[in-house]
């Protein structure tokens, strides 16, 4: 079916027939008007055909995923002169609202590939949402601006200190608008503490840790990963070698962004040692976005905490614990914190966090969460996710398809899917021949099943002819978890 776009200069349709349109979207009935079924917003048209600068021929735009979303973009248009008696406007946008939410609740029903719980309700707190909160300035010294949450903030702050073994009055911290603005944060503190120093990063790092080496003009060593995708330590070790004579700035991933690899801190601690790095010489970042704050509540796993020799820990707060927007928590210590902290005459405060303005909501939000799970639910969640990834598994494997779960992840890494209307249905991060899923408490055994089943259903038709195989993920995760032609004969 051709999708419809809503041409928002034509004219109005009378108010009834638009509140008669938003109560059968609402209700999950059908439209009445076609102009307002749910394609609108649901299907993803190809981008229309445009002109080349030259010589009038014709070409297709460029269709790259994820890009060109001005093929179905909402236009901003100007109110007509006769709006605020007739109504119409107010309507059509309340229509364009009401078909977004129908969108949100569909494609959440098929999300598996980025590590977002989608589970939860802060119906408590619509109260709040007709303030303008912000927590401008340092969390821990009050400002002229009295609307902000700066007593949720700190509450929040403490938990995550004690969660880390620091006490009070030897940190500082704040929440972040996202996890890249924690790895920011963390890596500019180790920066201010040794302007000389060298970045060391996994290759499978998160993306930010790259970005903060560019936006801070940083000397930077990409150290090389083992199999499950956590850092080689020998390599880590060759490098550091090299550069005896500079402060080491390190990266330490608590799971990696495609293999959910947790680094091994101890040993990371222990190359720096043996390379004759004292501990006056060496700062550590450690990026927990998605199982930082995950690995407190497994069994037996290693700890993080600032009893050993770390500076800084960053978790996201809209990954695991659910907030419904992107925020997270960072943490340092406070003898390091004078490196960067500046006063601020127009704030009457201080200020050492990277955006000036924050959202004051989201510590709110944190806030709600950690008060109503606690240690003893967080702890219930984790084994959740760890029962249900393993559960995943067990069916690919049992399924014959290639997947790789490491012992401390909830993401499951498999043979990517062949069809890319496939990938985006179920909307599932892939790199090479790489395919993941992040379980999460939203992820039920019952959605895990109803994907499987379209898994296994698909490929049956993708490799039906014995020309085309599916493809080899030895190098990837590891001939023992292949299950491709060549590797399943040999096993």
Not at 159 to 179: H, M, S, V
Not at 184 to 203: C, D, N, Q, T, W
Request: proline share 4%; glycine share 8%; aromatic share 10%.
């Amino acid at each position: 079916m051709e999708a419809v776009i809503v041409d928002s200069n034509r004219a109005m349709v009378g108010k009834s027939a638009v509140i008669e349109s938003i109560s059968s979207a609402v209700n999950g009935k059908d439209a009445v008007d076609v102009r307002f079924g749910p394609t609108v917003v649901v299907a993803e048209p190809v981008p229309a055909v445009v002109k080349s600068d030259g010589g009038g021929e014709e070409k297709k735009r460029e269709i790259v995923l994820g890009r060109n979303i001005h093929t179905s973009s909402f236009s901003v248009t100007e109110p007509d002169a006769d709006d605020d008696s007739t109504g119409d406007k107010e309507a059509y946008m309340a229509s364009v609202l009401a078909r977004y939410r129908k969108t949100l609740t569909d494609r959440t029903k098929y999300h598996l590939g980025y590590p977002y719980n989608l589970d939860f309700d802060y119906g408590a707190l619509t109260q709040l949402q007709h303030f303008s909160i912000n927590n401008l300035g340092d969390p821990f010294i009050e400002s002229n601006y009295g609307v902000h949450s700066r007593q949720f903030e700190v509450g929040v702050l403490d938990w995550f200190a004690r969660l880390w073994d620091i006490e009070k009055d030897q940190y500082w911290g704040y929440i972040t608008n996202c996890g890249t603005e924690g790895n920011l944060h963390g890596i500019l503190v180790g920066r201010e503490v040794f302007p000389e120093g060298i970045l060391y990063a996994s290759k499978e790092s998160h993306y930010s840790v790259f970005k903060a080496a560019r936006m801070y003009r940083m000397e930077r060593e990409k150290v090389g990963t083992l199999l499950n995708g956590e850092i080689d330590c020998a390599d880590f070790k060759v490098k550091l070698l090299a550069n005896k004579d500079k402060p080491a700035i390190i990266n330490v991933n608590i799971g990696t962004t495609v293999k959910g690899a947790v680094d091994d801190l101890d040993l990371v601690i222990k190359t720096l040692e043996d390379c004759g790095f004292s501990h006056d010489r060496f700062y550590i970042h450690c990026d927990g976005a998605l199982f930082g704050l995950m690995m407190p509540f497994v069994k037996r796993a290693p700890k993080v905490t600032f009893k050993k020799p770390i500076g800084s820990v960053s978790v996201s707060g809209h990954k695991f614990v659910g907030c419904p927007m992107p925020c997270g928590v960072q943490l340092t210590r406070l003898e390091h914190i004078n490196a960067l902290s500046r006063n601020v005459e127009y704030l009457a405060s201080r200020d050492a966090t990277i955006m000036g303005s924050r959202n004051g909501h989201a510590p709110l939000f944190l806030w709600y969460t950690l008060n109503r799970k606690g240690y003893k639910g967080f702890q219930k969640e984790v084994q959740k996710c760890l029962r249900n990834a393993h559960y995943l598994k067990g069916r690919l494997i049992g399924a014959g398809i290639s997947a790789m779960l490491n012992e401390l992840s909830s993401t499951v890494v498999f043979e990517r899917p062949k069809d890319e209307e496939f990938v985006r249905k179920w909307q599932l991060a892939c790199e090479r021949n790489m395919a993941h899923v992040v379980v999460m408490p939203s992820v039920t055994v019952d959605k895990l099943d109803h994907f499987l089943d379209e898994l296994v259903d698909a490929r049956s038709i993708w490799y039906k002819d014995d020309n085309v195989k599916p493809p080899c993920l030895a190098s990837d995760i590891g001939s023992q978890n292949c299950c491709c032609p060549q590797h399943r004969v040999v096993s």
